[in-house]
């Protein structure tokens, strides 16, 4: 059984998290409800300040209790952003001593009946503090998961990218929190034996995910592997001397999408404002997803478009600005509201694939009336 001090969010943190910088940062995190995963990706979070069960708002920055001594982005803004830019819903209490129980998260609410509470994890590690006392950094792997305290094994899966049609492939299930392997867990119809292995094929060319489960344990990450016909270059893959059935889907996916910006241009000066953005991803396996951040650098500071409020923020600093998601296209373009006024620009877009793979693009340009 999974055990946490953190239990129903009415203990005091028992240890300190570690400190980390005043910055966005994006984390992978998974929401693995009662029968389904209710968001699985990468997402950008930074310190904030949240309102929930009509009371706040309340800090939610790491500084929580004393945990940490400068503010940074927590797992509970990681889950926050994420319900905020993928339309899921959560709700919490907030205890006096300064951190918020969660009580539901998408469809699934505490069960006190059957002692079924959501938990949460740190690299695959149950926090032994609250969501908004717990520090994230870049790459972090979070964890929200429901019915927490009652499972045994925080299931992680791997296995190849990429495969052949017909093709046996071997994937691997352990334990997250130790690496041991669990036997019995259920991926794409077979099942993991002693050491934890299950071999599989695939009988059409196309993306197919898939999870590990096991009925007390926590669902696995998604792993996508790459169906091709050898020699068709499928799921955008070229076709090479490793796509011959003999091998070629065993390598790990490791390399980067591709992300360009074609409008507005690099270095170009613009006399009358642009109000479309335009570009390209792509990627050998699948997208997640891709994203934009606008800058305008003019008089009173630094402001950054906000996709949430269609507009841009008010002068200030930029330390905080965000990327909209734009979906998983590779072809993309946004339509402002209004034509940009005047000033200088900084334009970023990035690409993650399904691997967790990036890649950005950065261009200047200015407006000059």
Known sequence: MIRSPWVLG?????????????????VNLR????????????????????????????????TNGGANPTPGPTMTTA???????????????WFGFG??????????SSDTANNRYWGYALNYTPSAVGGCQQQVRDGDEVLFAYDFFNKSHLLKLSGPAKAAIGEAITVHVVDGQNGSPVAGATVGGATTNGSGDATLSFAAPGVETLKAEEPSSVRSNALAVCVYAPGSGACGTAPSSGE???????????????AAIASPRDGARYARGPRVLRGRASDDVALYGVYFRLRLYAAGGCRWYSGRADRFTRPGHCAHARFVRLGKQASWSYLLPDRLPRGRYVLETKAIDTSFNAARERIDFRVTR
Not at 45 to 62: N, R, S, V
Not at 79 to 93: E, K, R, V
Not at 99 to 108: E, N, Q, T, V
């Open 244 to 258: 011959d059935g003999q091998g070629g889907g065993q390598a790990h996916d490791s390399t980067a999408p591709t």
């Open 31 to 62: 929401v693995e409800g009662l029968t389904q995963t209710i968001y699985e990706g990468p997402v950008t979070t930074d310190a904030k300040q949240l309102t929930k069960d009509g009371t706040g708002p309340h800090p939610c920055d790491g």
């Open 10 to 26: 009415t203990l005091i943190a028992l240890t300190a998290a570690p400190a980390a910088a005043a910055a966005p940062v994006t």
């Open 79 to 93: 889950l926050d952003d994420a319900s905020i830019q993928h339309g899921f819903t959560w709700d919490g209490t």
């Open 99 to 108: 951190d918020f129980g969660i009580d539901r998260i998408g469809p699934d």
